[in-house]
C-alpha cells in the first residue's frame, strides 16, 4: 500500500473525470482517496444525479460545471419551459462549498437570485462561465461585479440576457484588479464605456476581451492601447464613416497587439477599415468574421496573410476564390466554419458551389454508412444524425457498435421502435438519446420505462391530450437518459416521464 500521501500526489496528475473513475474502482482505499481530492466535477445531465449525492461523494469541490437542456436546445427542438432550472444545485453547493472557486453552466435557466446567491455565497470565487444560458437580468451581473472581489473570469457564452441597465460595469470596485477574462459580446444593449475603460486599464493580467456591437469602432483603440497584453480580442461595431484619423489609430493600435492570437467580432463591417487589421493577420491562429457581412475580395485579402491559422469561420460570402485562397495560404487549418449569410434564402448570390458535395452525399446517407460507424468507430464519443438512414437497421448498426457512446441525437430520420428496444441495455451506459420527428412510438415509450427503471423516458409532446395518445402513434420528441436520482419533479405539462406511474403498469398489463 502506498502512504496517502504519495497516493494524493499520484492522483493530482489524473486530469481526465474517466481516469479518475476508473481509479476510484480499484479498491476502497483509492475510492476514499480519490472521493477526498477530487476537486472538479462535471455534470453531463443536471437531472442524472441529485445535488446532494454528489456533495456527499465529493465533499472539496472547488470547480462545477452542469449541462442543462439537450443540445438540440440551440436549433429550437426543445420547447420553451422543459426545465434545465439550476436553482437547486446553487442551494445545495452554496451549503456544502463555501471556498468553491468556479461555476461553469451550460443551457441552462439562471435567475438573478442564483447569481446573488453566487455572489455572496463564495469568498473565493474566481470563474463564472454561462453558456446559452437564460433567465438572468443585468442585476444578476452587477451582483457578480459587485462582490465577487477575486473574480478572473466572466463569460457569457450565447445568453439571452434581460438588459435593464448598460451600468452594471460600474459594480466592479475601483480596487479590483484581478480580471484575466471578460466576454460580453451577446449583450444587446449599450454598455457604459468609461466603466468598461477603467476595468480594462487596472487589470494589467486581461487576456480576452470580447465586446458587443454597441462599442464603436473609434473606442476600440482606445481599449487596445490600454490592454496591448490580449491574447483573444472581440471587436465591437467595427462600421462608421470614414475618418483617417480613426483609421490611423487603429492600425496603430493592432500594430502594437504583438501576442494577439484570436480576433472575432467585426459587427456591421465597413470594408475601409478591414486593412486595420493587416498587421496582426499572420500571428492569428482564430479567426471568426461570422458577423462581418463583406464580399469575397476584401475575405481574400485578409485570409490570404493568415498563415498560421488553425481555425476560421466565416459567412459564404468568401466564395469559392476566397476557400482557394484559404486552401493555399493556411496550411495549418484545423477546422473551417461557412454559415449562410441568408439561411431563409434557397440560393443566395454568392458564388460558392456545392453541388458537387451534395450529389455525393445523396448517395452516402444510408444504412450502409451507419454499418460502417457501428464496425469502426468503436471510440466514437458523440452522434448527431440529421435526415439521414433508410430504416431501423441504421439506428441499430449506430448502438449495438459504437461500443464508447455516450450521447446520441437524432431527428427527422426513419427510426423507430425495434431498434431502440432490442438495444435497451445500451442506453444505460450512455449518457443520452435524444430523437424528435422520428418513428419511435407512444408505446414503445412507455415499454422501455417499465423494463429500464435506471432510465428516464420523457415523451415530450406539444399535442393536447398527449396521456390519451394511442400506443401505436409516434411521439414528437423523446429524450432518454441515465439517473440516479429516479423522475424530476419540475416536469411541464408537455413532459411525460413514462413507466414511472400506476397508470403506465396498468396500460401496459
Given at each position: 500500500m502506498f502512504p496517502e500521501e504519495v497516493l494524493e500526489h499520484v492522483f493530482s496528475f489524473l486530469n481526465s473525470h474517466t481516469d479518475r473513475n476508473t481509479a476510484s474502482l480499484v479498491c476502497k482505499s483509492w475510492y476514499e482517496m480519490e472521493r477526498w481530492c477530487r476537486k472538479r466535477v462535471f455534470i453531463g445531465n443536471c437531472y442524472a444525479v441529485n445535488p446532494r449525492v454528489v456533495i456527499r461523494r465529493f465533499p472539496e469541490v472547488k470547480s462545477v460545471e452542469l449541462k442543462g437542456k439537450p443540445h438540440f436546445a440551440d436549433f429550437n427542438l426543445v420547447p420553451e419551459g422543459w426545465g434545465g432550472y439550476v436553482y437547486p444545485w446553487i442551494v445545495e453547493i452554496a451549503r456544502a462549498y463555501p471556498w468553491l472557486e468556479e461555476i461553469r453552466l451550460k443551457r441552462m435557466v439562471v435567475t438573478d437570485e442564483c447569481l446573488e446567491i453566487v455572489a455572496k455565497s463564495f469568498r473565493n470565487f474566481r470563474v463564472l462561465v454561462l453558456e446559452s444560458c437564460e433567465g438572468f437580468s443585468t442585476d444578476g451581473l452587477a451582483a457578480v461585479a459587485a462582490n465577487c472581489r477575486n473574480l478572473r473570469v466572466?463569460?457569457?457564452?450565447?445568453?439571452?440576457?434581460?438588459?435593464?441597465?448598460?451600468?452594471?460595469?460600474?459594480?466592479?470596485?475601483?480596487?479590483?484588479?484581478?480580471?484575466?477574462?471578460?466576454?460580453?459580446a451577446c449583450l444587446g444593449s449599450e454598455v457604459s464605456f468609461s466603466a468598461l475603460e477603467r476595468l480594462v486599464a487596472r487589470s494589467p493580467n486581461l487576456?480576452?476581451?470580447?465586446?458587443?456591437?454597441?462599442?464603436?469602432?473609434?473606442?476600440?483603440?482606445?481599449?487596445?492601447?490600454?490592454?496591448?497584453?490580449?491574447?483573444?480580442?472581440?471587436?465591437?461595431?467595427?462600421?462608421?464613416?470614414?475618418?483617417?484619423?480613426?483609421?490611423?489609430?487603429?492600425?496603430?493600435?493592432?500594430?502594437?497587439?504583438?501576442n494577439l492570437k484570436s480576433l472575432s467580432g467585426v459587427w456591421d463591417v465597413t470594408p475601409a477599415?478591414?486593412?486595420?487589421?493587416?498587421?496582426?493577420?499572420?500571428?492569428?491562429?482564430?479567426?471568426?468574421?461570422?458577423?462581418?457581412?463583406?464580399?469575397?475580395?476584401?475575405?481574400?485579402?485578409?485570409?490570404?496573410?493568415?498563415?498560421?491559422?488553425?481555425?476560421?469561420?466565416?459567412?459564404?460570402?468568401?466564395?469559392?476564390?476566397?476557400?482557394?485562397?484559404?486552401?493555399?495560404?493556411?496550411?495549418?487549418?484545423?477546422?473551417?466554419?461557412?454559415?449562410?449569410?441568408?439561411?431563409?434564402?434557397?440560393?443566395?448570390?454568392?458564388?460558392?458551389?456545392?453541388?458537387?458535395?451534395?450529389?455525393?452525399?445523396?448517395?452516402?446517407?444510408?444504412?450502409?454508412?451507419?454499418?460502417?460507424?457501428?464496425?469502426?468507430?468503436?471510440?466514437?464519443?458523440?452522434?448527431?444524425?440529421?435526415?439521414?438512414?433508410?430504416?431501423?437497421?441504421?439506428?441499430?448498426?449506430?448502438?449495438?457498435?459504437?461500443?464508447?457512446?455516450?450521447?446520441?441525437?437524432?431527428?427527422?430520420?426513419?427510426?423507430?421502435?425495434?431498434?431502440?428496444?432490442?438495444?435497451a441495455p445500451k442506453l444505460e451506459k450512455m449518457r443520452s438519446l435524444w430523437m424528435s420527428s422520428c418513428l419511435v412510438s407512444f408505446g414503445a415509450c412507455k415499454l422501455l420505462g417499465q423494463k429500464?427503471?435506471?432510465?428516464?423516458?420523457?415523451?415530450?409532446?406539444?399535442?393536447?391530450?398527449?396521456?390519451?395518445?394511442?400506443?401505436?402513434?409516434?411521439?414528437?420528441?423523446?429524450?432518454?437518459?441515465?439517473?440516479?436520482?429516479?423522475?424530476?419533479?419540475?416536469?411541464?405539462?408537455?413532459?411525460?416521464?413514462?413507466?414511472?406511474?400506476?397508470?403506465?403498469?396498468?396500460?401496459?398489463?
Open positions: 466572466l463569460d457569457l457564452r450565447e445568453c439571452e440576457v434581460e438588459e435593464l441597465s448598460g451600468h452594471w460595469l460600474s459594480h466592479f470596485p475601483d480596487s479590483f484588479t484581478s480580471l484575466e477574462s471578460l466576454n460580453m487576456k480576452t476581451l470580447r465586446l458587443n456591437r454597441t462599442v464603436p469602432i473609434e473606442k476600440l483603440s482606445t481599449l487596445l492601447q490600454r490592454a496591448p497584453q490580449l491574447v483573444d480580442f472581440g471587436t465591437g461595431a467595427y462600421s462608421a464613416e470614414i475618418r483617417q484619423d480613426v483609421y490611423s489609430r487603429l492600425a496603430d493600435a493592432f500594430s502594437r497587439s504583438k477599415y478591414l486593412p486595420a487589421i493587416y498587421s496582426v493577420c499572420s500571428q492569428l491562429t482564430s479567426l471568426n468574421l461570422s458577423y462581418a457581412a463583406t464580399r469575397s475580395p476584401d475575405l481574400t485579402k485578409i485570409v490570404s496573410q493568415c498563415y498560421n491559422l488553425q481555425r476560421l469561420v466565416v459567412l459564404d460570402y468568401i466564395e469559392d476564390t476566397g476557400l482557394n485562397t484559404v486552401s493555399m495560404s493556411c496550411k495549418d487549418l484545423r477546422e473551417l466554419v461557412v454559415f449562410p449569410s441568408d439561411p431563409f434564402v434557397g440560393e443566395a448570390e454568392v458564388l460558392l458551389t456545392e453541388q458537387g458535395l451534395v450529389s455525393v452525399s445523396q448517395g452516402l446517407l444510408t444504412d450502409r454508412v451507419f454499418e460502417y460507424i457501428g464496425t469502426h468507430a468503436k471510440n466514437l464519443d458523440m452522434l448527431s444524425i440529421a435526415f439521414a438512414g433508410d430504416s431501423d437497421l441504421g439506428l441499430h448498426h449506430v448502438l449495438s457498435g459504437c461500443d464508447s457512446l455516450r450521447k446520441l441525437e437524432i431527428r427527422d430520420c426513419p427510426f423507430g421502435d425495434k431498434a431502440l428496444l432490442a438495444n429500464m427503471p435506471g432510465l428516464n423516458v420523457e415523451v415530450i409532446d406539444e399535442r393536447e391530450n398527449v396521456n390519451s395518445l394511442p400506443d401505436y402513434v409516434p411521439v414528437e420528441k423523446v429524450y432518454i437518459y441515465r439517473t440516479v436520482s429516479g423522475q424530476r419533479f419540475d416536469t411541464p405539462d408537455f413532459v411525460r416521464i413514462m413507466g414511472k406511474d400506476k397508470d403506465d403498469l396498468y396500460n401496459l398489463s
